[in-house]
């Protein structure tokens, strides 16, 4: 947990907690990235192995090598969304921040009274990674929430948004009696 390293959508207002991705999330990335290599290397090793043909031989290290640098470029853009998804909580609400690039860049969340519950899921590997998805659930519709997989410690963060949600809940029934 970070505490007011990051800057609300409203930013003066405090952050009280931020929660990232876990390194989990990096090496699916890193493992799918791995996989392409070794497609492309084998078509690249075929084609130099077992093609006759000088033009299909160059055709095929064509194509290897393109499945090469799409799959790296993929990656590359993969790794850096990870990095820029962030969850973090202030006194409006539960936001998600996600985007590197201009016009995909964006906060979206839900908002104190909005909020129906916090809950993570939880599986043997997530356990023993703490890594870990989460679901804050809007109370009125299902395509406000937020939902985020690889949370690390992320069953701290839904610990410490539904103790906020309790807490501002509580606070709002004392101030209508």
């Known amino acids: 947990m970070y505490e007011y390293e990051y800057e609300s959508h409203l930013n003066d207002v405090p ?3 931020c929660y990232r991705h876990s390194w989990v999330a990096y090496a699916k990335v890193i493992r799918r990235l791995l996989f392409m290599s ?3 290397a084998g078509i690249s090793w075929a ?3 077992n093609i006759e043909h000088v033009e299909m031989r160059i055709v ?3 194509i290897g090598s ?3 640098i799409i799959s790296l470029a993929i990656n590359i853009y993969s790794l850096f969304y990870l990095k820029s998804v ?3 909580t202030d006194p409006d609400g539960v936001w998600l921040y996600s985007g590197i690039l201009p016009w995909n860049k964006g906060i979206r969340g839900v908002k104190w ?3 129906e519950e916090a809950s993570y899921h939880t599986g043997f590997l997530s356990w023993l990674f703490k890594s870990y998805t989460i679901h804050v659930g809007h109370r009125f519709t299902k395509t406000s929430e937020i939902l985020v997989d690889n949370l690390n410690r992320g069953n701290k963060a839904v610990e410490n948004i539904n ?3 309790k807490t501002i809940l509580d606070a709002e029934r004392e101030s209508l009696d």
Do not use: E, W
């Open 47 to 49: 084609a130099v192995n």
């Open 113 to 115: 009274r909005d909020v």
């Open 38 to 40: 070794v497609i492309s």
């Open 60 to 62: 095929t290290m064509v």
């Open 163 to 165: 103790m906020m949600h």
């Open 66 to 68: 393109s499945i090469f």
């Open 15 to 17: 952050v009280n907690a």
């Open 86 to 88: 962030y969850v973090y």
